[in-house]
């Protein structure tokens, strides 16, 4: 049998600067809305533009990271999964429900000036961080001898296409 499948992306801008505050146990949760755009055509051959918001939570280091560099305007792609939680409305005694995106990938789009932030980042909170190994150099001076010259021809290290 499948199992399901919960998965949001979205790209967006922050309708508000993220509200962060901690849990009893001291871990970190921040709020934001996301607002998503779309054009479509009318009826009557109009473009028209619809905006939806979006309502995302993060936790823990991503809650923090998220508190520290995005700001109200900011563009910004999330990845997440969608999560409707309910309680009791202690006025009325009605049960009220609101479904949000639980934010687990973060990435700041946009230039530098576009609500805050200082470049293109991103964070992700399931995804261990990976940095490329760099190419050892080459410790003899023959780089590109062939093999059939005997290793005579030799190019400047300039030359080289890597």
């Known amino acids: 049998m499948a199992r399901g499948l919960n998965k949001v ?3 967006g801008h922050l309708g508000n600067d993220p ?9 970190s949760v921040v709020n934001f809305t996301l607002a998503t755009s779309e054009g479509f055509k009318d009826s009557s051959g109009n473009l028209q533009e619809r905006t939806e ?4 939570v993060a936790w ?3 809650a923090d990271i998220c508190s520290q560099y995005l700001k109200k305007g900011r563009q910004v792609y999330i990845e997440g999964r969608l999560q409707t ?9 009605d049960k009220k429900y609101a479904t949000e995106i639980v934010c687990t990938d973060m ?6 000036d576009s609500g805050g932030g200082t470049s293109d980042a991103s964070y992700s909170q399931n995804r261990p961080s990976y940095s490329r190994p760099s190419r050892p150099e080459p410790s003899s001076g023959n780089y590109g ?18």
Not at 19 to 25: G, N
Not at 85 to 93: A, E, L, Y
Not at 147 to 152: D, V, Y
Request: glycine residues 12%.
């Open 85 to 93: 939680r309910s309680w009791d409305d202690n006025k009325t005694g």
């Open 107 to 112: 990435q700041m789009l946009g230039a530098k």
């Open 53 to 56: 918001w979006h309502r995302i």
């Open 9 to 11: 992306m979205l790209i």
């Open 19 to 27: 509200e962060r505050r901690e849990t009893a146990s001291g871990q």
């Open 60 to 62: 823990g280091k991503l």
């Open 145 to 162: 001898a062939s093999p059939s010259s005997g290793g005579a021809q030799e190019f400047e290290k300039d030359d080289l296409p890597f």
